[in-house]
């Protein structure tokens, strides 16, 4: 029995947020773990949580609620014995994403501290010590199997149990490269996306235009083209662009900047509305145009690469490191991930990487091929086939990392498993008689008894 499990986290969080503000007359302490309290509404408003984000929920939902909650409260407790801290800073970070993610789901911090009744504020302090718990939890799980290992020979004994008739079957996977270059437009055609940007900014000051308009008209973005414009940005994100940031948050609300230019294109920015690293933003891209020429000389530049790859002057990572203008390539040697690793399958490509892959063999490299990017710049790219395995059953052979993988997690699952074993009956632990016939709290139960 896995007793571990992450705790259900609020989607739809502003009626848990009002169930805390109204506190029904019936809510009780129905669980006690050390100095950790269970609230009947903590069981309730979770498996609501599920039911909204269209969860299959089991007719002994509370029964197995009640054993995420005990577990998550033993796992914070020794967390806390154990001297394991969670920075303000970290909480702080989890919890403005969070916001964040509500915020681009209801359109504006306004829209949603109408909804929530709430300020941002008292949402995130709702959030603060359930965020803080399963951080401890997570942290507390982490070091009780950080020494475990997988050996061969546990692997292969794992794998020959499995039935024949239970092995997982694979579609046909591929590990591809890329090394990547994007053509520069010619200076004129970047004045001139620059000009449309000034008179885009001149109409919207003059009161000609709206700028969410003219962001659903005339940007390059496919982000935010049906939704005016619209991004939801904090200062010290990572994931945008520093130019995009530095931009704007030296603005003040309603101001628009000056055009500036980012690793996507040029932009001008509105702020719509700040509060401290947070803020609502609207902009408009645009990506000067690239002609034949330009992508002419990147088809010539990645042609000679291809020459000297085939020629064995360098290997493949070496040519990403020095020629793929792709950042996410750089971390990853210039091997597409999809999921958790390297492999591909085919519907998990882009369609004009399909259609080159037919003609390619294990080990081949193609003729720099134009394409278009998810962003819609214009790019050349070499693509180099490292494997293809073929449609099969699981086996040692093909899958040893896979199968590796499940061994070690269910390893882990065990070891987690004993640990609770071991320190259940050191808590101090109390709960309500309406869990008496949950057969998933039989350890926990059984503890209280022999307390007693």
Partial sequence: MRIF??????????QNSQAQTRKVVADKIIGVVG???????????????????????????????MEQALAQKALVLQAEKDSLVVSEEEIDGMLDNQVRQFIAMYGSKEALEQIAGRTVYQIKEDFRQNFRERRLAELMRNKIVANIKITPTEVKEYFDKIPTDSLMFYESELEIGEIVMYPKASRDLELYAIEEL????????????????????????????????????????????????????????????????????????QMVNRAGDDATVRHILRIPAITDTEVNASVEKLDSVRSDLL???????????????????KFTGGMK????????????????????LKGLNPGDISKPLVYTDERGKKGVRLIFLKTRTEPHRENLKDDYNKVAD????IKKMETVDKWFKSKIPTFHLVIDPQFASCNQLGIWMQSITKNQ
């Fill in 5 to 14: 499990c992450s705790m259900l986290v609020a989607f739809l969080f502003f």
């Fill in 35 to 65: 100095d950790k309290i269970i609230l009947q509404s903590d069981i309730k408003n979770s498996i609501l949580d599920a039911q909204r984000q269209g969860q299959q929920v089991p007719e002994n939902a509370e029964c197995f609620v």
């Fill in 198 to 269: 000034n008179d885009y900014k001149q109409q919207v000051e003059s009161g000609k235009a709206k700028f969410e308009t003219l962001a659903s008209l005339y940007t390059d973005d496919p982000g935010s083209k049906n939704t005016g414009g619209m991004y939801q940005i904090n200062r010290v994100e990572k994931q945008m662009d520093p130019a995009f940031i530095s931009n704007a948050f030296r603005l003040r609300e309603g101001q628009i900047s000056p055009v500036f230019k980012s690793k996507f294109g040029y932009h001008i920015i």
């Fill in 311 to 329: 020629a064995n002057k360098y290997d493949f990572g070496a040519a990403v490191s020095k020629f793929s203008e792709s950042e996410e390539s």
């Fill in 337 to 356: 991930q999809c999921g958790p690793g390297s492999y591909c399958t085919i519907d998990q490509l882009d369609k004009d990487l399909v259609v080159a």
């Fill in 406 to 409: 499940r061994a070690l997690e």
